[in-house]
Nanobody, 116 residues
Framework: QVQLVESGGGLVQPGGSLRLFCAVS????????MGWYRQAPGKQRELVAA????????NYVDSVKGRFTISRDIAKNTVYLQMNSLKFEATAVYYC?????????WGQGTQVTVSS
């Protein structure tokens, strides 16, 4: 049974940083790519960043380019999202997604709140 567990969310002031973690079991190598999505209240879920697991190619939504970094540690079965210079509009539940072909697996989400 595949399990994705997100952590690292919390309350941060504008301009601050957070690092999100997505722990994958039993093995991250079951998947081709992984991504971080977010869903703010009243809004659709959007892709924030994605990474291919073998080569490590990344892509980002325009609004976070230069501030967010997605990375993975194959040995630790973990994907990270480093978020710097956070803005109010980053407030959302952040979800980890793992893709294998047409199939997606999701974590339960972690709340990120940017507030002064």
């Amino acid at each position: 049974q595949v399990q994705l567990v997100e952590s690292g969310g919390g309350l941060v002031q504008p301009g601050g940083s957070l690092r999100l973690f997505c722990a994958v079991s039993p093995s991250i190598l079951r998947f081709n790519a992984m991504g971080w999505y977010r869903q703010a209240p009243g809004k659709q879920r959007e892709l924030v960043a994605a990474i291919t697991l073998v080569v490590g190619n990344t892509n980002y939504v325009d609004s976070v380019k230069g501030r967010f970094t997605i990375s993975r540690d194959i040995a630790k079965n973990t994907v990270y999202l480093q978020m710097n210079s956070l803005k109010f509009e980053a407030t959302a539940v952040y979800y980890c997604d793992a893709r294998a072909g047409p199939h997606d697996s999701w974590g339960q989400g972690t709340q990120v709140t940017v507030s002064s």
